[in-house]
């Protein structure tokens, strides 16, 4: 037993690196070495051994990243556990696939199995894990990056994917530094010049943020209704009577153009005569269009929707969300297992929209993104080809408590605006609600709002920590777009990745073997 501690310590040691990375701890430079001693432990080892290694780390991380899916326990019960277990295995899965392939490639020709390899290889299956088995790519490393806003515009050139291949990269450099001695000073400035390169080119592509020539000044009700009230027929009105109130507030200190609630803040019928009157006469009152998450039904299909009602009082749009989340708004599969609706908690069987739908509020182009949708960068990039000039995220994380999941959603919302270059309005319930620019900055809610219809404003040190689960509003003039550079290219960075990995192992079975000394211990 002792043995295979020691002999799994590495993977263990690099899975919680890595986790470390994220936040709330956010070390975040902890990922330029996080990878180095699982490298170390199996660069000379069988590619099946080196496999079970890379799953040990991966499991490890994914354990300790995605601890708030626990917060189900509330939900689920005890399955709430197993569910999130097997979650991590799947996952951890595709780490050992890394491993496998690139000790594959390593042992059979060391030239092959280099640290441009291993990045590729690593940025592919970062890819993958995004979109297999309709995809989960919390863990991507460029959403561990927030803090540094240099490196985080690489994001802008070639999505997330450029920033992962980047601290990829540099991991495994380092291990060939300690790995090769006689070469150390090589691969120690290579690895160098990498980080010294991004940043460089980073601080070139970081610019102020550009004032709109008429600005468009959004309003934010972070609302914080937990999911009890929610769902709970006897608060459908007064959820929204409450904001309705607040924002009316909100709108009397400043001239708003758009209002925006989060995900599902509109529970009730909208076509209820109360229901429609509160909204029209919230409109009226406070002179501003309002984009709200809402509910829909037509057709006999349940959809989670995005609503745009114009001052009139008037709905000129609706947005269905198409990416919905497995196991929270469907079941994968329940049609040919049943049974499996028994175990899981879902808020509905929800069916998807078919379209993206830009939404124009005066002058201005609003792409909606509905709460998981956020994790997708074809869906946002795909907002921005088709003419949105501002991002908008409603969410509702009131699922997860005063966890991990809120400041991490907040990180991969910031790479969606750096990489589309356009501002992002993230409007969250439980937080953290706040507007991005195009290169990342953050400016968060900062009115408290739980007292009537009085907004006393919050000290401007406020910890963001501290806005998770509270009532809370605030005003934005949102800034305007910047040109995206390589806007073409975004398309094309995933399939370049896997070309150039399909073209390393053809090449592996064309080259001639040669064969290194090994470690065949696990």
């Given at each position: 037993m002792r043995g295979t501690i020691r002999n799994f310590s590495p993977a263990v040691v690099s899975g919680i690196l890595l986790a470390s990375c994220f936040p709330r701890f956010h070390f975040f430079y902890l990922a330029w070495f996080a990878l180095v001693p699982l490298l170390w432990r199996t660069r000379a080892l069988p590619p099946i051994h080196a496999a079970l290694h890379f799953f040990v780390a991966g499991f490890v991380f994914h354990v300790i990243l995605l601890q708030w899916l626990l917060a189900n326990i509330m939900w689920a019960g005890g399955w709430a556990v197993l569910g999130q277990q097997i979650l991590c295995a799947v996952l951890a899965i595709f780490w050992a696939v890394v491993g496998l392939l690139w000790r594959c490639l390593g042992t059979r020709n060391p030239r092959l199995g280099g640290p441009l390899t291993f990045a590729l290889l690593w940025v592919a299956m970062e890819h993958a894990q995004s979109t297999v088995f309709t995809g989960l790519g919390w863990s991507s490393l460029s959403y561990s990056q927030g803090p540094d806003l240099y490196l985080l515009q690489w994001a802008a050139l070639g999505t997330g994917l450029a920033i992962s291949l980047l601290i990829a990269l540099v991991n495994a450099l380092l291990l060939d530094a300690i790995a090769a001695p006689p070469r150390a000073p090589l691969y120690a400035s290579a690895a160098l010049a990498v980080i010294a390169g991004a940043h460089m080119v980073g601080f070139l592509l970081l610019k102020p943020a550009a004032p709109d020539a008429d600005p468009l000044k959004i309003g934010l009700f972070q609302s914080n209704y937990s999911l009890e009230m929610k769902?709970?027929?006897?608060?459908r009105?007064?959820?929204?009577?409450n904001a309705s109130e607040k924002s009316i507030a909100l709108a009397a200190r400043g001239d708003l153009d758009l209002m925006v609630w989060p995900e599902a803040l509109i529970l009730a019928d909208v076509e209820a005569p109360e229901i429609r009157d509160?909204?029209?006469?919230?409109t009226r009152?406070?002179?501003?269009?309002?984009?709200?998450?809402?509910?829909?039904?037509?057709g006999g299909k349940d959809y989670n929707s995005a609503l745009l009602m114009n001052e009139a009082g008037e709905i000129v749009s609706w947005y269905d969300k198409i990416h919905l989340a497995p196991f929270g708004e469907y079941v994968p599969l329940s049609r040919y297992f049943p049974f499996i609706t028994k175990f899981v908690p879902t808020i509905g069987d929800l069916s998807a929209g078919i379209e993206p739908r830009v939404m124009p509020v005066d002058g201005r182009a609003v792409g909606p993104l509905i709460c998981f949708e956020v994790l997708f960068s074809p869906m946002s990039n795909r907002l921005r080809r088709d003419g949105a000039d501002i991002l908008v995220v409603a969410t509702n994380l009131a699922w997860w408590g005063h966890s991990t999941a809120i400041p991490q959603e907040l990180e991969i919302a910031r790479v969606r605006a750096v990489e589309t270059r356009l501002p992002l309005v993230h409007s969250a319930n439980t937080g953290i609600a706040g507007v991005f620019d195009p290169y990342g900055r953050f400016a968060p809610v900062n009115l408290y709002a739980a007292a009537g219809i009085q907004l006393y404003p919050l000290p401007a040190d406020t910890p963001l920590d501290a806005l998770i689960m509270q009532r809370l509003a605030g005003a934005f003039d949102v800034p305007a777009a910047v040109p995206q550079p390589l806007l073409a290219l975004h398309r094309f960075v995933p399939w370049m990745v896997y070309a150039l990995c399909a073209a390393i192992l053809i090449l592996a079975l064309l080259l001639p073997a040669d064969r290194v000394r090994r470690t065949d211990a696990p």
């Open positions: 769902w709970d027929p006897e608060y009105y007064e959820t929204i009577r509160l909204l029209a006469r919230t009152e406070g002179a501003f269009m309002l984009l709200s998450g809402a509910g829909r039904m037509e």
